[in-house]
């Protein structure tokens, strides 16, 4: 409520006590309700709203929805990204594919094939230098000959080595790296989309819609407000005279026009600092214009309404 209606009420509460006599202390004030508000996590236009003022919601139910089509855009190019760095990962992480692998062996068979040969050429051709047949020239033909064909085998068994390695360190390092990256956005973008959908933080009496459907709603702005079942409390003043008999937890009937009898309030906060009814200047003989507002949460409510005026009477 606004300070104008505390002011209304702290001047009530002085002008019409209500005690005295050999009665039970009585003091008038009003019912406030501590509303729960939702809103949304970013800005957006409203695309459904899924409840009306005075319906009951439960806990978890649809409240309202905002326009989605740049998040699940985002969702789904992040799902890509991660994709992409889940497989760029594995192959950094299982080395060169069994296919390329493959060819690799089949070279060097077929280099291993060709320095058998060339070592049998050479030694055909030594053996035939020896009895006059051939010319050196030709045994150091071969003897190249058997020499490109081992340095060609060396390659390939080197080859065939790297093709099985998985890559360094460092690269896998990166690739992991990226892939973390990639299912953080993933993650970022999914929440994102889920803060789309507004559901109801608490269930209770939907007392008020702030927005009609098509509107843009801001971050933080709420559009819905809860009223849950327990969170009526009774507002009233104090004067000054009584707020030392006054205790936290201290219990009192609660009366009204049209209410059910039973209620009670449960006093739950005394403000330290008293306000003010006129006149301002205070003395001893205007003591009852000096009021403290006390707060007292309303344990069984049965049907009372927010801003609905109220007598507490001290409990017997």
Partial sequence: MSAFVDWIAAIAAAVLPGFGGDGAPSYNGYA???????APAAAGRIAQIAVVEGAQVKKGDLLFRLED????????????????????????????????????????????????????????????????????????????????????????????????????????????????AALAQEAGARSALKDRTVDAPAGGLVDKVYYDLGEVAGAGAPVVAILPPDALKALFFVPEPDRAQIKLGEVFDVSCTGCASGITAKVTRMASSPQYTPPIIYSREESARLVFRVEARVQNPQGLLPGQPLTLSVKP
Wanted: glycine share 2%; charged share 20%; proline share 2%.
């Fill in 32 to 38: 406030e309700g501590d509303y729960v508000y939702a």
């Fill in 69 to 180: 089509t740049q998040q699940v855009a985002a969702l789904n190019a992040a799902k890509a990204n991660a994709a992409v760095a889940q497989a760029n990962l594995d192959n950094l992480s299982t080395g060169s594919r069994l296919p390329e692998i493959d060819v690799v062996r089949a070279t060097l068979d077929q280099a291993r094939a060709d320095q058998t040969l060339a070592a049998s050429t050479l030694e055909r051709s030594k053996q035939l230098r020896a009895s006059g047949a051939v010319s050196q020239a030709k045994v150091d033909v071969d003897q190249a000959s058997y020499d490109s064909a081992t340095a060609h085998v060396a390659q390939l068994e080197a080859q065939l080595k790297v093709a099985e390695l998985p890559a360094r360190d460092a690269q896998r390092i990166a690739a992991e790296a990226s892939h973390t």
